[in-house]
């Protein structure tokens, strides 16, 4: 059986979009994105009026970070907007040692 040296261009395809999408993946987790950090889809409704929209999710991962910080057994993350210091929701839990 002879071994062809070139890839298929189907091949390439896969490859290339696989390359694009651990790419994108590596850069919202360096970029702390908020979709990332392990919020369910249905708490990302970021102006708060009640309705979910496909935006709203897009800037999950695109617009707002998730700033974790940790304080003896008390645990936060900030979510704000890229960029600005201010916070859009902060979300805190205090965990017991076993």
């Known amino acids: 059986m002879a071994f062809k040296g070139r890839l298929s261009n189907r091949r390439i395809a896969v490859f290339a979009t696989m390359?694009?999408?651990?790419l994108a993946l590596g850069w919202m987790r360096y970029t702390n994105a908020a979709a990332l950090s392990g919020m369910p889809f249905k708490d990302m409704d970021w102006n708060e009026d009640g309705a979910l929209t496909?935006?709203?999710v897009l800037q999950g991962f695109f617009t707002v970070t998730a700033v974790r910080t940790r304080e003896g057994n008390r645990s936060c993350v900030d979510y704000r907007r890229r960029g600005s210091p201010d916070s859009i929701r902060v979300e805190c839990r205090t965990e017991t040692a076993p």
């Open 54 to 56: 496909r935006s709203e």
């Open 19 to 22: 390359a694009v999408l651990l």
